[in-house]
């Protein structure tokens, strides 16, 4: 049974920082892609960033770039997502999300998700 479980979210003032997690189990964890991805008050979930199964290719969204980074450690079954410079239209749930093979950055391709974690950018 596969399972994806976030931590790290919370509330932080604009300009600062937040390092996401999400653990994975019950999955060949290097032969997957992962993905973050990120939802607010009546919008479309949308793509933040992947990480290939070995960590080579790692794009993101435009509105991420330079301020977020992706990162997997293959060990310890889990990615990260490092956030700075928070802004306040980063507010979202954020959720971790798993797929067999290359990445992709729609949401349909991913084939398992985890329960998400609120971030909160307020002053």
């Known amino acids: 049974q596969v399972q994806l479980v976030e931590s790290g979210g919370g509330l932080v003032q604009p300009g600062g920082s937040l390092n996401l997690s999400c653990a994975a189990s019950g999955l060949p964890f290097s032969s997957f892609a992962m993905g973050w991805f990120r939802q607010a008050p009546r919008k479309e979930r949308e793509f933040v960033a992947a990480?290939?199964?070995?960590?080579?290719?790692?794009p993101y969204a435009d509105s991420v770039k330079g301020r977020f980074t992706i990162s997997r450690d293959n060990v310890k079954n889990t990615v990260y997502l490092q956030m700075n410079s928070l802004k306040l239209e980063d507010t979202a749930v954020y959720y971790c999300?798993?797929?067999?093979?290359?990445?992709?950055?729609?949401?349909?391709?991913?084939?398992?998700w985890g329960q998400g974690t609120q971030v909160t950018v307020s002053s």
């Open positions: 999300a798993s797929r067999t093979g290359a990445y992709s950055v729609l949401p349909l391709a991913y084939e398992y």
């Open positions: 990480v290939s199964g070995h960590g080579r290719h790692t």
